[in-house]
């Protein structure tokens, strides 16, 4: 199949370009006045 | 909160804990979550923002002035408060290479006038990793 010999390499970039994509990853927050 | 939290962009959830005085955030993979609209978010709760932290991989510039900038793509970036650590960030301005860190984007400052929030600097709190 064509189309697998295509997306497989093309899925792989996207992994590695994901796990050391620049973005926040965690966001936390101390607060006060909360019931 | 918690519901008016997760309907801010790029907000995956929020796990809210009353009794550590917690909020948890998790972004969606969009890039599109915005502390500072975060600490909006939250103020407009009625609930204060004494300190707010973030994890984040991105690049370090310098800027014009001389200070470095951790930018944090779709352009997103926080003034680096100098410190120990933030000295360890000097030896990849002008690279591609990416740091994650955890910092300190915003503290309540006692007597601060009131007014919106505001979170355009970062305290480096840790290194977790370069590539």
Known sequence: ?35 | MQKHLERQAGVQNAVVSLRDGKVDITPKEDGLIDPAQLLKATYDSGVTVSEMDITATGHVVRLATGVLSFQIEPNRSFEVTPNELSKQLESLVGTSSQVTIRGQVYTKASGKPKGTPTASKIQILEIQGKS
């Open chain 1, 1 to 35: 199949m064509i189309w697998k010999r295509i997306a497989a390499p093309l899925l792989l970039m996207g992994l590695f370009a994901g796990g050391a994509q620049a973005q926040i990853r965690h966001v936390e927050m101390r607060v006060e006045g909360m019931t």
